[in-house]
Each structure stands twice: as structure tokens, then as C-alpha cells.
């Protein structure tokens, strides 16, 4: 009970020191609002491509929302030495950085609300199937989550975090199928798709809201929840190799 203790009293901890601060709430409202309104209106061809474009709004803004706070807040903390106060808590490091993880699986869960939003304003979603999406949200802010972590664990300052998951998130947005299928690439680029974690993610997104998902659904939530557990074990091994050994 203690530990459990201890899980929502970091992850308060961390919701009130980032996620929770005005410049950070505003960001986090003001990007995927900038994102959405950019691309619906870009589209310019009525409510049919904005909800196939939604598939891809969303899964960009939990992409961006995870990644870009979770990977600069654990540098951050570690280049203060903060964190290593934490790993003298009497809690598996398991339970400890899946606290730390949980504020940013939050915010961007948050994040992919905003372009639901939006879209509810300007098209028909009745059709979309929510029992997939939802869980699909939660797994990609899950995936992304990891994939910050990783970022932070490798590198040891902050600008080197955001240049580094920059090295990942802009591929992704052209490989993964987030906007045009993965079949319109280059016969030797889509191999590279399949090894990206947010094609199975945006895959679910675009089977649950317009019926065009390549793989079946149990496969999609297979392969992403692999990829979650691949992420957190390299994490935490890189965390004992690099930070307590």
C-alpha cells in the first residue's frame, strides 16, 4: 500500500512542477489547436477529409504532447541531480518510473481531446467507433511516453533530448500512415514503417474512425503494447547501467 502511496504522490509531484503550469497548459491546448485548425483548414474539401484526417491530428498531438515534456522533464531532473533523490525512495524503480511516466501518458491522452473537439464542431463522428479509439489513445500516449523515456535515459542535456526525439517524431509523421497510406511509399521505405511503433497506433485510429485499418485490430494492440514493454525494459536497464551502477 505504501508503494501505491508513494506512485500517485510522485505523480501529483510531477503534475503540479510541469503538466499543471499555465505556460505548459497553454501549450499544451494551444499545439494541437494549431495543428488541427491547419490541417482541416489546409484540406479545404468538406467534412469527408476531416475525418480522415483526423486519425493522423490525433495521434501527431499525443505523439508531440508525450514526447516533447516527458523527455526534457527527466533530463531535467537528472542535470539537477533531483532525480537521484527519488531513486533513495523504497520503491521497486519499475514502480518509480512508471510514475514518472504517468503525468506525461496523461497530458498527452489530454492532447488527443482537442481535435476531437474540434471535429465534433465540423463533421459527423457518430459513426466512429469510441471503444477502440479510446483504448487506442491510451496506447499510443502509452507508446509515445516510453519512446520520451528512452530519449532521456540516453542523453544528458536537455537540448540533446529535444534534438533526439525530434530524430524519431519527424519520421514518424511521413512513415507511419498518419496522413497518406503506407503503400504510397517507396517500396524500400515501407519496410521502415513496420519497425515505427505509431503505425500500429495510427492503424487503430483509422480502422475506429474511417474502416481503412491495414492490420486487424488485435494485431495493431498487440504489436503497440510489444513495443511499450520493449521501450520500458531498454529504459530501465539504460537507468541501472547509466545512473545507479
Keep these: 500500500?505504501?508503494?501505491?502511496?508513494?506512485?500517485?504522490?510522485?505523480?501529483?509531484?510531477?503534475?503540479?512542477?510541469?503538466?499543471?503550469?499555465?505556460?505548459?497548459?497553454?501549450?499544451?491546448?494551444?499545439?494541437?489547436?494549431a495543428w488541427t485548425g491547419m490541417f482541416f483548414i489546409k484540406s479545404g474539401s468538406g467534412s469527408e477529409s476531416i475525418q480522415a484526417l483526423l486519425p493522423g491530428v490525433v495521434a501527431m498531438s499525443v505523439l508531440f504532447g508525450t514526447t516533447s515534456m516527458l523527455s526534457v522533464t527527466i533530463t531535467f531532473e537528472k542535470k539537477s541531480r533531483s532525480f537521484e533523490r527519488l531513486l533513495l525512495a523504497p520503491i521497486p524503480l519499475e514502480l518509480?518510473?512508471?510514475?514518472?511516466?504517468?503525468?506525461?501518458?496523461?497530458?498527452?491522452?489530454?492532447?488527443?481531446?482537442?481535435?476531437?473537439?474540434?471535429?465534433?464542431?465540423?463533421?459527423?463522428?457518430?459513426?466512429?467507433?469510441?471503444?477502440?479509439?479510446?483504448?487506442?489513445?491510451?496506447?499510443?500516449?502509452?507508446?509515445?511516453?516510453?519512446?520520451?523515456?528512452?530519449?532521456?535515459?540516453?542523453?544528458?542535456e536537455v537540448f540533446e533530448a529535444q534534438t533526439f526525439s525530434n530524430f524519431f517524431r519527424f519520421p514518424m509523421i511521413f512513415l507511419c500512415g498518419l496522413f497518406f497510406p503506407i503503400d504510397a511509399l517507396p517500396v524500400f521505405l515501407q519496410p521502415l514503417s513496420y519497425l515505427l511503433p505509431l503505425t500500429y497506433g495510427a492503424d487503430i485510429l483509422h480502422g475506429a474512425i474511417n474502416e481503412k485499418n491495414m492490420m486487424p485490430f488485435g494485431l495493431d494492440f498487440l504489436i503497440i503494447t510489444c513495443f511499450c514493454a520493449i521501450l520500458f525494459y531498454i529504459s530501465l536497464k539504460n537507468i541501472n547501467k547509466k545512473w545507479i551502477t
Design 1 to 33: 500500500m505504501k508503494k501505491w502511496i508513494a506512485f500517485w504522490n510522485i505523480l501529483l509531484k510531477d503534475m503540479h512542477a510541469y503538466y499543471l503550469k499555465p505556460p505548459n497548459i497553454s501549450w499544451g491546448l494551444i499545439f494541437p489547436i
Design 96 to 156: 518509480l518510473m512508471l510514475a514518472k511516466t504517468a503525468g506525461a501518458v496523461l497530458f498527452g491522452s489530454a492532447n488527443a481531446i482537442i481535435p476531437i473537439i474540434l471535429a465534433l464542431f465540423l463533421t459527423d463522428l457518430s459513426k466512429i467507433s469510441w471503444i477502440i479509439v479510446l483504448p487506442g489513445i491510451i496506447l499510443i500516449a502509452i507508446v509515445s511516453t516510453f519512446l520520451g523515456l528512452f530519449v532521456a535515459v540516453s542523453v544528458s
